[in-house]
């Protein structure tokens, strides 16, 4: 088991084929992924392309996450909490200045992947919108967007298998709304 410490990140290559387990072992704690092809770090996770082709926005089990050129990066093999969001971008210290009016430094998950990707030769700008493993984003009949704090208990895991040779980006997420008000850490195992 490898733990993503409370407000960290990690990057991890995967092999067509493996499993990729991310796991809240305390419950109430998003993780932000993103994934690049490992090959062509040009073709990366889109949002628009998974719920355009999946037509849906609450991508689980059974749904595959989809890239910038049209190709199936993953599949999700199970879900044992079933929310997830794909609206919302990795938190920055932007959002925090933007949003929470915080104008000192504040962990983000964007931080955390920018650094954790750069060994792959992945800048800032390469990244896109994340999926938001256990995050609870609702909306009401306006639109009008609220993060409510994540519905997945203690042990709740999400499968994924890696459709292609993936470079993947992961966090445990920085952001206060996102997490309920408290930050936990994040596990995850590749078989």
Not at 130 to 140: E, G, L, P, S
Not at 155 to 170: I, N, T
Request: aromatic letters at 8%; glycine letters at 8%; charged letters at 25%.
């Amino acid at each position: 088991m490898n733990i993503i410490p409370r407000q960290s990140g990690t990057s991890l290559k995967l092999k067509k084929g493996q499993v990729l387990t991310v796991i809240d072992p305390e419950g109430g704690q998003v993780s932000d992924m993103v994934l690049f092809n490992a090959n062509e770090k040009g073709e990366k996770l889109s949002s628009g392309k998974t719920l355009d082709f999946e037509e849906t926005i609450l991508i689980t089990e059974g749904h595959h996450l989809w890239s910038n050129r049209s190709r199936k990066m993953m599949k999700i093999l199970e879900d044992s909490n079933g929310r997830n969001d794909f609206l919302l971008a990795p938190c920055s210290p932007e959002t925090f200045k933007i949003l929470y009016g915080i104008e000192e430094y504040h962990p983000s998950c964007f931080e955390n992947l920018s650094i954790n990707l750069k060994e792959y030769g992945i800048s800032p700008d390469d990244i896109p919108t994340a999926f938001n493993i256990f995050m609870n984003v609702q909306f009401d009949q306006h639109g009008k967007i609220t993060v409510a704090p994540p519905t997945s208990r203690a042990g709740d895991r999400v499968r994924f298998e890696a459709l292609m040779d993936l470079v993947v980006g992961l966090t445990a997420c920085s952001a206060e709304d996102s997490n309920g008000g408290s930050f936990k850490p994040i596990h995850y195992q590749v078989d």
